[in-house]
C-alpha cells in the first residue's frame, strides 16, 4: 500500500511539474515570440529589397557601357517604347518582373509631364529633388536610392549618367522601380543573398502584410488578407495585437496611410496536449531514472523488476515498438509519395510549357540569335504563367535562354546543360530525363526533354530546373514528421497510462493476494478475497479462500489441542504441587511413628512439631484446591446488591499498611454505590487485582496505587492504576490466559478467576500498559437495580 500510494503521489507529482513547465515555457515563449515580431514589423516599416539591392551594382555597371543605351540617348530623337523595352527586356527581366518600372532619359531643359497631377515639371529638379528627400544611397558611389516614401511598396530609383563626346551636354537615365502586389519570393533568390542579408528561419513561420489607404499593397505567407482593411488599427503609431481567423495579427500603424501586420497562427489546444505529452515522457523518463539510480545503485544491487512493471513494461515496449516502426513507415510512405508528386508535377509542367513552345515556336527551322530576345520574353511569360524556371538549351548544350538569367549572369551555376542530362538526351536518346541537381547548398529536381518542331527536328533542349518548389517539398516532409511526431507524443502518452492502468487492473487481485497473505494469521479470523472473474486469477484466488477456510479449521483444532494441552499441563503443575507437600508430610507421620514406638523422651515435642508441620502442609494443598475450584467452578455464587464503595475501602485497607506503598483512593463523590455481585466475588477481585499491582512494583522503587471508582451510565467502573513495570508487548495477549504467569512463582490463575466473575455478573475487565511506566487494570460490574436483579440468585451448578 505504502509503494502504490508513493508512486501514484510521485506520478502526481511528475503531472503537476509538467503543467507547470508547459504553462512556463507558453508564458515566456509568447512573450519572446511578440518581442520578436515587434522587431520583424519594425524592419518591416524599413524593408529593402536585399536581393535587388545586390543586383544593382552589376546592372548600373553594364547600364553605363551598353552600347545601345550610348547610340540611342547620343542622339536628339530616340523611340521611347523601344528604349524602354530594351531596358526591361535586357536589365530588369526575371526577378524585377515583381516590379513596376518607369523609365525616364533627362537632358538640358527637358521637361517632364507628370500624368497623376497633370504637371509639367524639370526632369532634373523633380529627381534629384526626390532622391535628396527621399532618397538613401544603397552604397557609397551608387547611382540607385532607396526611396522612404512611405507609400506602402518598396520603391527605388536609379541615375545612370551618360556622356557624349560629340553631343554638348550630358544625359541620365532615371530608372523608378516600386514594387507590386506579390506573394513570397520563390526558391533561388536566397541564393543571390550573402549569409548575413539572409531571411532569418524563424521569420519563414509569420505572414505579413501591408496596407496603403486601405489597400492591400503586398503579403506574404499563408495567411488569406482581405483586400481593404477592417482589423482593429484605431491606435495611431501604435502596435496592437489583434484574434482573428486562428491568427493573432501584430498591427503597426506606421503613419496615416500605412498600416503593416504580421500575423502569426494561435497555438491550439492539440500543440498545448502535444508539448504537455512531450514534458510528460521527458519528466517520466527523469524520474524513472532518478528512481533507478537511487533504488538500485550500480554494482550494489541487482536490478529486480516485479510482475507488475514486467507487464507495464512489456505494454509499453510493445506498444512504442509498434507506433514507432508505423510511424516511420508513415514518414516514409509520404516522403515517397511527395517525391512522386514533385515528379508527377514538374513532368506536367514541362510537358505544358513543351506544347505552348511547339505552338510558337513549333513553325521555326532553327533557333537563330535573333531571336533570342523573343524567346526570352516568352519563356518569362510561361514562367509566370506555370510559375516555375525556364531554360532552353541549344544542342551542343549551351543555354540559349532562360527567365531566370540572373542566376547564370552571377555565375551560380554555369552555362552549360548538366552533362548527365545532355548525355541522357545526346547519347540515349531519352524523350524525358528528371535527376536531382544542386546550387550551393540548395538541392531541387531538374526535368528535361527535347524541344522539336513540325518536322521532328530537334531544335532545343528544355529544362525545368524546378528549385523554386523545392523548398515546399522539404517544408512538407518536415511539417508531416513534426505532426506525425506530435501524434505519436499523444499516442505514447495515451500508452503509458493504459499500459499503467492495465497493468494496475492486472495485478490488483494479485496485490490483494500478496496483502491477506501478509495479513494471515493463526490468532484471529482470516477474510476471504472476493472476485467473481473466472479466469487463471479467479483460480488462484480460489485456492487461497479455501487454504483459508482450511486454516480456520486446523487454527480452531489447535486452539482445542493448545486449551486440552494447558488443562493437561495445569493438572501436572497441580499433582507436582500437591505431591511437594505429601512427601515431608510422609517423612513427618514416619518420624513421629518411629519416635512412638521407640518411646522417645520427648515425643510430645516431636508430635507437637510435627502436627504443626502437618498442618501447615495442609493449609498448602488447600490453597492450592481452592485455587483450582474458583477457577474452574466457582461454588455458591449468588447475585445481590454489594456495596462497592465499602469492599474498596476495605481491602484497600488491608493492603495499606505494606511498607514503601502509598495507596490513593477516588470515590469522585460514590460514596454509596451498589453493584450486582457476590461480597466474597467481589472482594477476590479487587484482591487479585491490589496483589499483581504490588508485586508488579520493584522493591527499589517507591509503590504509588491508584483507585479509581466512576460510575458509567448503569456500570459501575473500577480502575486499578500502579507505577510498576508494566506489561511486555509480546505477552499482552495472554495475560488473561488461565496457567499463563509473567512471576516466578504463581499459579497463573488470579486474572483468569477475575475476569471469570466478572463476566459471570455481566461484567468485563481489561487493562492498559506502558512498558517500565506502569499498567491500569479496570473492571465494570452492574449497578443495583430492578432491572440487573431480574435474574435472581444462582450458582456456579446452574450454568
Same mark, same amino acid.
Given at each position: ?10 506520478? %502526481? ?42 543586383? %544593382? ?15 540611342? +540617348? ?78 506602402? &511598396? ?25 514594387? #507590386? ?17 539572409? &531571411? ?42 489583434? &484574434? ?57 544491487? #541487482?536490478?529486480?523488476?516485479? $510482475?507488475?512493471?514486467?507487464?507495464? $513494461? ?23 509519395? $511527395? ?11 514541362? *510537358? ?28 518569362? *511569360? ?29 555565375? +551560380? ?31 531541387? +529536381? ?43 507524443? /499523444? ?25 491477506? +497473505? ?53 493438572? #501436572? ?16 507421620? *514416619? ?83 451498589? /453493584? ?8 477476590? =477481585?479487587?484482591?487479585?487485582?491490589? #496483589? ?27 480502575? =486499578? ?38 463476566? *459471570?455478573?455481566?461484567?468485563? /475487565? ?12 479496570? $473492571? ?20
Amino acid at each position: 500500500f505504502k509503494y502504490r500510494y508513493a508512486y501514484s503521489l510521485h506520478l %502526481f507529482l511528475v503531472l503537476l511539474v509538467s503543467l507547470f513547465s508547459i504553462a512556463f515555457i507558453t508564458s515566456s515563449s509568447s512573450k519572446k515570440e511578440k518581442g520578436v515580431r515587434q522587431v520583424i514589423v519594425m524592419n518591416l516599416a524599413n524593408e529593402r529589397d536585399q536581393v535587388a539591392e545586390f543586383l %544593382f551594382e552589376e546592372i548600373e555597371y553594364k547600364m553605363g557601357r551598353d552600347s545601345f543605351l550610348i547610340n540611342n +540617348l547620343s542622339g536628339m530623337y530616340y523611340e521611347d517604347y523601344e528604349l524602354y523595352n530594351y531596358i526591361e527586356a535586357t536589365y530588369f527581366s526575371g526577378y524585377f518582373r515583381n516590379y513596376e518600372l518607369q523609365v525616364a532619359p533627362c537632358g538640358h531643359d527637358f521637361d517632364l509631364w507628370l500624368e497623376d497631377v497633370g504637371e509639367l515639371v524639370d526632369c532634373y529638379g523633380f529627381f534629384y529633388d526626390m532622391a535628396d528627400k527621399q532618397g538613401l544611397p544603397i552604397s557609397r558611389n551608387s547611382g540607385f536610392y532607396f526611396l522612404d516614401n512611405l507609400n506602402g &511598396r518598396i520603391s527605388y530609383l536609379g541615375m545612370i549618367l551618360f556622356e557624349f563626346d560629340d553631343y554638348p551636354w550630358e544625359k541620365t537615365l532615371f530608372i523608378s522601380l516600386d514594387s #507590386k502586389l506579390l506573394s513570397d519570393q520563390l526558391g533561388y533568390p536566397e541564393l543571390l543573398l550573402e549569409g548575413k542579408f539572409s &531571411r532569418p528561419p524563424s521569420a519563414t513561420q509569420y505572414s505579413n502584410a501591408k496596407y496603403n489607404k486601405g489597400q492591400l499593397i503586398t503579403r506574404t505567407g499563408t495567411y488569406s488578407y482581405p483586400l481593404r482593411l477592417h482589423l482593429d488599427t484605431e491606435s495611431d503609431y501604435q502596435m496592437g495585437f489583434v &484574434r482573428e481567423g486562428g491568427y493573432e495579427h501584430l498591427t503597426y500603424r506606421v503613419d496615416d496611410d500605412n498600416v503593416i501586420i504580421v500575423s502569426k497562427p494561435l497555438t491550439t489546444t492539440i500543440d498545448l496536449i502535444t508539448s504537455f505529452s512531450y514534458s510528460f515522457a521527458f519528466f517520466y523518463l527523469l524520474y524513472g531514472l532518478a528512481l533507478l539510480v537511487c533504488k538500485y545503485p550500480p554494482r550494489l544491487k #541487482k536490478l529486480r523488476v516485479n $510482475f507488475k512493471n514486467k507487464i507495464k $513494461f512489456s505494454m509499453i515496449g510493445v506498444l512504442l515498438l509498434s507506433l514507432i516502426i508505423i510511424g516511420a513507415g508513415t514518414v516514409y510512405y509520404n516522403i515517397m509519395q $511527395f517525391e512522386n508528386k514533385q515528379f508527377e508535377n514538374i513532368t506536367e509542367k514541362i *510537358q505544358s510549357v513543351l506544347i505552348e513552345l511547339e505552338y510558337r515556336l513549333g513553325i521555326e527551322r532553327e533557333l537563330s540569335p535573333d531571336m533570342r530576345y523573343y524567346v526570352t520574353e516568352l519563356l518569362i *511569360q510561361f514562367s509566370n504563367v506555370f510559375y516555375t524556371d525556364i531554360n532552353l538549351y541549344d544542342t551542343e548544350g549551351d543555354l540559349y535562354a532562360s527567365s531566370r538569367p540572373e542566376v547564370f549572369d552571377l555565375g +551560380l551555376t554555369g552555362e552549360k546543360m548538366n552533362p548527365v542530362a545532355y548525355s541522357e538526351m545526346v547519347i540515349n536518346n531519352n524523350a524525358r530525363f528528371v535527376h536531382s541537381e544542386s546550387i550551393s547548398n540548395l538541392s531541387y +529536381l531538374s526535368a528535361y526533354v527535347p524541344f522539336t518542331n513540325t518536322n521532328n527536328e530537334i531544335l532545343a533542349y528544355l529544362n525545368l530546373p524546378y528549385f523554386t518548389r523545392h523548398y515546399i517539398l522539404t517544408k512538407e516532409i518536415y511539417t508531416l514528421v513534426v505532426a506525425v511526431a506530435n501524434i505519436y507524443a /499523444v499516442l505514447i502518452l495515451i500508452t503509458i497510462l493504459i499500459a499503467v492502468i492495465v497493468s494496475n487492473t492486472i495485478t490488483k487481485p494479485l496485490q490483494l493476494i500478496q496483502d491477506k +497473505l501478509r495479513e494471515l494469521s493463526l490468532g484471529r479470523k482470516n477474510e476471504q478475497i472476493d472476485y467473481e472473474s473466472d479466469d487463471e486469477i479467479g483460480s488462484l484466488i480460489r485456492e487461497y479462500n479455501r487454504m483459508v477456510e482450511e486454516l480456520e479449521n486446523s487454527a480452531g483444532i489447535l486452539a482445542r489441542s493448545e486449551r486440552e494441552s494447558a488443562w493437561r499441563e495445569m493438572a #501436572k503443575q497441580i499433582a507436582h504441587e500437591i505431591k511437594n507437600p505429601l512427601t515431608p508430610m510422609k517423612l513427618s507421620i *514416619q518420624h513421629l511413628q518411629r519416635a512412638w514406638e521407640d518411646k522417645t523422651d520427648n515425643w510430645e515435642d516431636i508430635l507437637k512439631k510435627t502436627t504443626g508441620n502437618l498442618v501447615e502442609q495442609i493449609d498448602h494443598l488447600s490453597s492450592i484446591a481452592t485455587a483450582f475450584s474458583h477457577f474452574a467452578k466457582l461454588p455458591g455464587a449468588v447475585r445481590e446488591p454489594v456495596n462497592i464503595t465499602d469492599t474498596i475501602k476495605n481491602v484497600s485497607g488491608l493492603f495499606s499498611n505494606s511498607g514503601n506503598l502509598n495507596i490513593d483512593l477516588r470515590l469522585n463523590g460514590n460514596d454509596d454505590l451498589h /453493584v450486582i455481585s457476590d461480597r466474597m466475588q467481589l472482594n477476590r =477481585i479487587l484482591v487479585n487485582l491490589l #496483589k499483581n499491582s504490588t508485586q508488579a512494583i520493584p522493591k527499589d522503587r517507591s509503590g504509588e496505587i491508584t483507585i479509581e471508582l466512576k460510575r458509567e451510565e448503569d456500570m459501575a467502573l473500577v480502575e =486499578i492504576t500502579d507505577n510498576g513495570e508494566g506489561i511486555h508487548p509480546s505477552i499482552k495477549d495472554k495475560m488473561f490466559t488461565p496457567y499463563f504467569t509473567s512471576k516466578s512463582g504463581g499459579t497463573g490463575l488470579g486474572l483468569a478467576i477475575v475476569k471469570n466473575i466478572a463476566e *459471570q455478573y455481566g461484567g468485563s /475487565v481489561g487493562f492498559s500498559s506502558e512498558y517500565n511506566k506502569g499498567s491500569c487494570f479496570w $473492571f465494570r460490574l452492574p449497578l443495583a437495580g430492578p432491572k440487573n436483579m431480574e435474574a435472581g440468585s444462582y450458582d456456579d451448578e446452574s450454568k
